[in-house]
């Protein structure tokens, strides 16, 4: 006990920031990221999968009813949520939002536990500093999507793999195995996380001369481990009968379209840059202890959390760099590794002189997150759109709406019914290029006379979120009060129906 209190009180120098200090800008930004939560708008991907789970709880199926590119698990989730608050777009945004923010707690808990390991000192608080001060972290981490869900799984998995290393026991292996496991099922992103693991696993094992046997030993019960969750996804969606269009769109697609298309995108450079420029701290803290890891070996062969968390860092930027469409959220998982190596090189002895700066800049951070909370806003007017779209429809109505204005609670007239121009034109080169079971987008052309929407929206400025086709059939509709809302005429020539019915032209 007094040699843990003495090595205790030789690290806290070395702490940029007070423990009471550190819970309370901890405390602080959490509040304020939970008002942001309540008060800002939505991003497109938190409408596309609560309409998803909206869609599920109807009795619909992905892949078959309607397009998804994701794993399948968060809408079957998310779907009793999305039927209780049926109706009520921003009440469903909220509920879904907390209950990312109870992720987000266990995840700020659990790097906290990890940072601990890292510096020798059961006290810290400090290292959770860096993380409340990242503001693109915190509001990716409470948007509805399947990252902040995997996000945790990885960084539990992290730990207690980090753990196994550390003392050997097979139990640590278990949990991180399924852990993995069921962080694949939300997300097919977390095998490159697996792989990255494995790497970090190997370089590990080479600087501190870990034992293979022990090592080998503990990976097969992890392999074994993560395997389970992965037979139950293979074996419900086997008996959903979509498993071919699930591996289709969820691997052949998302291949395609994230590697090889040609659309305008951000550059992985300017994501990036402006996540350097928003929390300098974090990201330059990153690289010095990325840099510490290079040229103190010895230091980090008792630290597995270090070594697996350079091999997650350094691999997924290389990823990122790859991607056609490189988005922060792709960050997500990467932080608190990130924050990991920041801690272990903004705790170091020979920042002692600047330790006063330091906290006064994380503190600084924190402030800045405060100052995004009230003024940062994703998309104002698509509630707006959102609530003339339920006022003007019943629940039968078929819409055409792309998210972010989609309203949630009504049915689509078409398969590609988020980001249609895009998606439409690269399933047509996808298909061109490696076969596929159906012609979705010939699907779409009949949905014109099967289930003509009754309510469209083409946003000014955004050509790719407008329906296929809706120029063609323009008059066919009226406008609304709202700019850019249509809704479908009563009599919307019966007689051009029966010509595309008939093969004719479907364009006037």
């Known amino acids: 006990m007094n040699e843990d209190r003495s090595h205790s009180s030789n690290r806290l120098p070395t702490a940029i920031l007070s423990r009471r200090l550190s819970w309370l800008a901890v405390a602080v930004a959490l509040a304020l990221l939970a008002t942001h939560a309540v008060t800002s708008g939505c991003d497109h991907d938190e409408v596309e999968h609560l309409h998803a789970a909206w869609m599920v709880s109807q009795g619909l199926v992905p892949y078959r009813d309607f397009l998804e590119q994701h794993h399948p698990a968060l809408y079957y989730v998310l779907a009793p949520l999305a039927r209780f608050f049926d109706g009520s777009p921003r009440t469903l945004v909220i509920a879904a939002r907390f209950a990312n ?90 095998i490159a996380f697996a792989g990255l693991l494995v790497v970090g696993t190997v370089l590990f094992a080479l600087i501190a001369r870990h034992p293979w046997r022990r090592l080998l030993g503990g990976g097969a019960v992890l392999a ?98 790859r991607s056609r469409w490189p988005f922060s959220h792709n960050l997500l998982v990467l932080q608190p590794p990130l924050a990991l190596l920041a801690t272990f090189a903004l705790g170091s002895a020979r920042l002692h002189r600047a330790r006063s700066a330091l906290g006064a800049l994380a503190l600084i951070l924190v402030a800045k997150v405060g100052v995004l909370c009230f003024t940062y806003d994703e998309n104002p007017g698509a ?76 946003p000014g400025g955004e050509p790719e979120y407008i329906p296929r086709d809706l120029d063609a059939h323009l008059s066919e509709f009226r406008s609304t009060s709202l700019p850019g809302l249509w809704t479908r005429s009563a009599d919307a020539l019966p007689v051009r129906n029966r010509v595309v019915a008939a093969g004719g032209a479907a364009r006037p």
């Open 101 to 190: 923010l109870a992720i987000l707690a266990t995840v700020l808990a659990v790097f906290l536990a990890l940072a601990r390991r890292v510096l020798d000192d059961r006290t810290a608080v400090w290292p959770s500093v860096l993380l409340v001060g990242c503001f693109f972290f915190l509001r990716n981490s409470f948007e509805v999507r399947p990252d902040p869900w995997m996000c945790a799984l990885c960084l539990v998995a992290l730990w207690q793999w980090a753990g196994f290393l550390r003392d050997g026991r097979f139990w640590r292996s278990i949990i991180a195995g399924l852990c993995i496991g069921f962080a694949i099922v939300f997300l097919q992103k977390a």
């Open 224 to 321: 074994a481990s993560s395997a389970l969750p992965l037979l139950l996804l293979v074996l419900l969606v086997s008996r959903a009968g979509m498993w071919r269009d699930f591996t289709f769109w969820n691997y052949t697609f998302n291949r395609f379209y994230y590697f090889e298309t040609k659309f305008p995108g951000p550059s992985a450079l300017a994501v990036l840059g402006v996540q350097i420029a928003e929390q300098p701290l974090l990201w330059l803290g990153g690289a010095g202890g990325l840099w510490l890891i290079l040229r103190r070996r010895r230091a980090v062969a008792e630290k597995p959390e270090l070594v697996l968390s350079a091999a997650v860092v350094v691999g997924i930027i290389v990823s990122l760099s």
């Open 383 to 458: 509630l707006q759109v959102q609530e003339h779209a339920l006022a003007l429809t019943g629940p039968s109505d078929p819409v055409a709406i792309s998210p972010p204005y989609h309203p949630i609670f009504r049915r689509d007239s078409f398969f590609f019914w988020y980001v249609p121009g895009y998606n439409a034109q690269a399933y047509a080169e996808c298909c061109r290029r490696y076969g596929c079971k159906h012609d979705n987008v010939e699907r779409d052309d009949r949905s014109w006379l099967t289930q003509p929407p009754k309510l469209a929206y083409a």
